[in-house]
């Protein structure tokens, strides 16, 4: 069965600092699509960062960038310049390509910025 | 365009009472799905429904019953509410083909006293 973990449930980072979130997943399916979803106190969850396993190259949105290692199937998020606002929950999520299938989540990691 | 949204934001219920979550969408998926968040929990699937006129169990979907009204509108229903269903809800719709990014409503959050 496929799985996501996160080991980290919190982190912290300084305001301007880098931090970086780890993720891994189990799968035995070679096409899938790795996303990154941000809930703020708002609750409304916020699509990130998405990468497809079918490509090499590491997805890139702004100060937001993944380390995808698809062998040892890997998927850690990069925040860059961290700001006040960047503090919330962050999911990691797997789901199959081209299936009208659910979206498998990890159990979060809660990022506190600190001023 | 609204994308997802859901009511009502805020509820309280009594044990063995019952209410519908509404959930509709105005991107024209074909896809869309129930999941409750409880701490430490993540996300976890209620029920989805692949495209219209069709449902199927997620995850944990005792004590939940859904209805996929039409294409626009997917409800989750709790016949007899129980403390154990005190949680966030959201709605979540998507494309059924190629693309399975979902798109996430605000959240409804449930206490069952």
């Known amino acids: 069965a496929q799985t996501v973990t996160q080991s980290q449930p919190e982190m912290s980072v300084q305001e301007a600092e880098t931090v970086t979130l780890s993720c891994t997943y189990d799968?035995?399916?070679?096409?899938?699509?790795l996303f990154w979803y941000k809930q703020p106190p708002s609750r409304q969850m916020i699509l990130v960062i998405r990468q497809e396993a079918y490509k090499q190259q590491n997805a890139t949105e702004n100060r937001f960038s993944v380390n995808f290692q698809k062998a040892a199937k890997s998927f850690s998020l990069k925040i860059s310049d961290s700001q006040l606002g960047d503090a919330a929950m962050y999911f990691c999520?797997?789901?199959?390509?081209?299936?009208?299938?659910?979206?498998?989540f990890g159990k979060g990691t809660r990022l506190h910025i600190l001023p | 365009n609204a994308g997802v949204t859901q009511t009502p934001k805020f509820q309280v219920l009594k044990t063995g009472q019952s209410m519908t979550l509404q959930c509709a969408q105005d991107?024209?998926?074909?896809?869309m799905y129930w999941y409750r968040q409880d701490p430490g929990m993540g996300l976890r699937l209620i029920y989805y429904?692949?495209?219209?006129?069709?449902?199927d169990k997620g995850e944990v979907p005792n004590g939940y019953n859904v209805s996929r009204l039409n294409k626009r509108e997917f409800s989750l229903r709790l016949e007899s509410a129980a403390p154990s269903q005190t949680s966030v809800y959201f709605c979540?719709?998507?494309?059924?083909?190629?693309?399975?990014?979902?798109?996430f409503g605000p959240g409804t959050r449930l206490t069952v006293l």
């Open positions: 991107m024209n998926h074909n896809s």
């Open positions: 979540a719709s998507s494309e059924s083909w190629g693309d399975n990014e979902q798109f």
């Open positions: 799968t035995s399916e070679s096409d899938y699509y």
């Open positions: 999520a797997y789901t199959y390509m081209n299936r009208d299938d659910k979206i498998i």
């Open positions: 429904s692949a495209s219209e006129g069709t449902t």
